[in-house]
């Protein structure tokens, strides 16, 4: 029984430790967790400040590249785009992706791309650039992905950030005021039909959308169809275009008008705007008219100024497409 | 064995002793259990202090986190009083928490180079927070962080 007593003693003695140092084990996991959980917030929110920067430097990219530029500019900066490097949502041909990894520079020669920022693991990250090129070319929207690099305590931690920007690729477009026209020997030749009908956007920048909308695979078999057409050949048109719920605009290039403008075929049936650019446009101003030139002009908010890249307000959110 | 300790906790009555046996611990028993609990909460203290002071250092850590993300986000807006603070391109400043931690903040901007006509469309700011660790005296912690801007506006209506 002596035995017995030093064995109660013990017993309880290590119950005691035992009932002490699990509490204490349990202090320490809710301290650990804790500890752990504000570690996780603070990568998020580094990922998010690197996510943010990659943004930041995505957008600086093209304002630098449109920008006091050529519009022209707009077939370099999107010459590698593809349909497969659109998300799932964006399946459909209008929308042209353009995909911007670290560890390659999707961009034509005359395109600068700008250093990523540091922390992010390349491999893992990558900025979409996306647009509508039939409802909506003057509108991109940036995708940003970032994971960060193994050099970072929170290695691995992801954010994903988006911004739109509108590009000047386009202008709004704005119903002219019915005026008398000026004295042609007073003023300089002012292309009066062009402005009626595509305000002030440029021949340049619509040849930009019609190339645009090649480059994306757009065609008038395809669903949707193209809606712009930039045709520098003088050759007899024959194809039909364009149905009332999806009308097209028609342009022949004064390069196509060298000679004599090219004639449409009788049996080409066309719906949408006929413009035939003649090199002297002041001379020969009548377009061959079915109805309005609704397929050239796109969504622009009211008195922006449409000369210079600006961010979509609003457009900014923490997510993915 | 001489038993020093009678009927401590009363357990050396329990368990049915017999008659005329002394009651009471041995001293080999005490130090063992002694030994035990001692051992224990050894443990048990070492495993409160290094909790603490984790505790202690992430706190320190979200502090100086929230110091530099308070400075990011000053940096993107364009309001009186955060532009009164970037006035200068590198400049530092000292802060405390509540604990008495001294935190020094300092940050440097610079641009990065773009082919834009503008100098300062894309520039970085580099925020620095620096404090000392609680467990190494005359030695420091310090905290980077990076956020870079574009100057593109945004169109926000006439």
Redesign the interface.
């Known amino acids: 029984m002596k035995s017995n007593r030093g064995m109660a003693t013990l017993w309880t003695a290590s119950c005691l430790v035992f009932i002490t140092s699990l509490l204490a084990w349990m202090t320490l996991q809710s301290v650990m967790s804790e500890t752990k959980r504000s570690q996780n917030q603070l990568h998020t929110a580094q990922a998010l400040a690197i996510s943010e920067s990659l943004l930041e430097t995505s957008i600086a990219l093209i304002d630098s590249t449109y920008s006091g530029q050529n519009v022209a500019i707009d077939a370099a900066f999107w010459r590698n785009a593809s349909q497969s490097q659109c998300p799932p949502k964006h399946a459909s041909l209008q929308w042209q992706c353009l995909r911007w990894t670290g560890a390659m520079s999707p961009f034509d020669k005359g395109i600068a791309a700008l250093a990523w920022p540091d922390s992010i693991d390349t491999s893992n990250s990558f900025v979409l650039f996306l647009r509508d090129v039939k409802l909506a070319p003057h509108k991109v929207k940036i995708w940003v992905q970032v994971s960060l690099n193994t050099e970072q305590a929170g290695s691995g931690s992801r954010a994903t950030v988006q911004q739109s920007v509108y590009i000047p690729i386009s202008s709004p477009w704005v119903a002219p005021e019915l005026q008398t026209p000026p004295p042609i020997d007073t003023k300089p030749c002012v292309p009066v039909v062009w402005q009626k009908l595509f305000g002030s956007t440029s021949p340049a920048q619509l040849k930009a959308i019609s190339e645009a909308q090649t480059q994306s695979g757009l065609s008038s078999q395809t669903k949707p169809s193209r809606s712009v057409y930039w045709i520098d050949s003088p050759l007899t048109w024959t194809q039909s275009l364009g149905t009332q719920g999806e009308p097209v605009v028609l342009i022949f290039s004064s390069l196509a008008c060298a000679v004599q403008c090219p004639e449409i075929a009788t049996q080409a049936a066309i719906t949408g705007l006929v413009y035939f650019q003649s090199a002297n446009a002041c001379q020969n101003p009548v377009p061959q008219l079915f109805v309005q030139a609704e397929a050239a002009r796109f969504e622009w908010p009211t008195g922006i100024d449409a000369t210079r890249v600006q961010r979509v307000s609003g457009s900014w959110k923490n997510g993915g497409l | 064995m001489q038993r020093v300790f009678n009927g401590f906790?009363g357990?050396?009555k329990?368990?049915?002793?017999?008659q005329g046996?002394p009651h009471g611990?041995?001293v080999l028993?005490?130090v063992?259990?002694s030994a035990?609990?001692a051992?224990?909460?050894s443990?048990?203290f070492q495993?409160?202090a290094?909790?603490?002071a984790?505790?202690q250092s992430?706190r320190n850590?979200?502090f100086a986190?929230g110091l530099a993300?308070n400075l990011?986000e000053c940096w993107q807006v364009n309001t009186a009083i955060c532009l009164s603070q970037f006035q200068a391109s590198q400049l530092a400043d000292a802060l405390s928490n509540e604990a008495g931690v001294q935190f020094e903040r300092s940050w440097l901007i610079t641009s990065?180079s773009?082919?834009?006509?503008d100098p300062q469309?894309?520039q970085?700011l580099q925020i620095s927070v620096k404090w000392p660790r609680q467990d190494k005296i005359g030695s420091s912690v310090e905290l980077h962080?990076?956020?870079?801007?574009?100057s593109?506006?945004?169109?926000?209506?006439?």
Do not use: C, Y
């Open positions: 906790l357990l050396g329990m368990g049915g002793s017999r046996a611990f041995t028993e005490a063992f259990a035990i609990l051992i224990g909460l443990g048990v495993l409160s290094g909790s603490m984790a505790n992430q850590l979200v986190s993300q990011a990065i773009t082919s834009s006509k469309l894309l970085n962080w990076h956020i870079r801007r574009a593109t506006p945004t169109w926000v209506g006439l």
